[in-house]
């Protein structure tokens, strides 16, 4: 079962840009969809992002569109979210997941589950 752990949360000014990471502990991460999710206090989770394994196909939530980027590295077993211009309703505890469907991150049922990493915007 894959294993995954989240980094790189912390204080951001609107407008500024922060890279959050999610290292993935399993020989077969390439097989991976990977992806992000995040929950905001007092809302339920929330679909941010997810790449299939080749990292061709990349999909995002609207309210991040433009502004979030998602990429991986299979070599390095990680995925990273760099997220610019963040706003103060981007605060939230981001959440790294994997599945070998990618539909599953987007319905906010994947397999596998980071601890979060926490985000906050400051206006």
């Known amino acids: 079962q894959v294993q995954l752990v989240e980094s790189g949360g912390g204080l951001v000014q609107a407008g500024g840009s922060l890279r959050l990471s999610c290292a993935a502990s399993?020989?077969?991460?390439?097989?991976?969809?990977m992806g992000w999710v995040r929950q905001a206090p007092g809302k339920e989770r929330e679909f941010v992002a997810a790449?299939?394994?080749?990292?061709?196909?990349?999909h995002y939530a609207d309210s991040v569109k433009g502004r979030f980027t998602m990429s991986r590295d299979n070599a390095k077993n990680t995925v990273y979210l760099q997220m610019n211009s963040p706003k103060p309703d981007d605060t939230a505890v981001y959440y790294c997941?994997?599945?070998?469907?990618?539909?599953?991150?987007?319905?906010?049922?994947?397999?596998?589950w980071g601890q979060g990493t926490q985000v906050t915007v400051s206006s």
């Open positions: 997941a994997g599945d070998l469907k990618l539909h599953n991150i987007v319905i906010l049922a994947a397999e596998a």
């Open positions: 399993t020989n077969t991460f390439s097989s991976y969809a």
């Open positions: 790449a299939k394994w080749s990292g061709s196909s990349t």
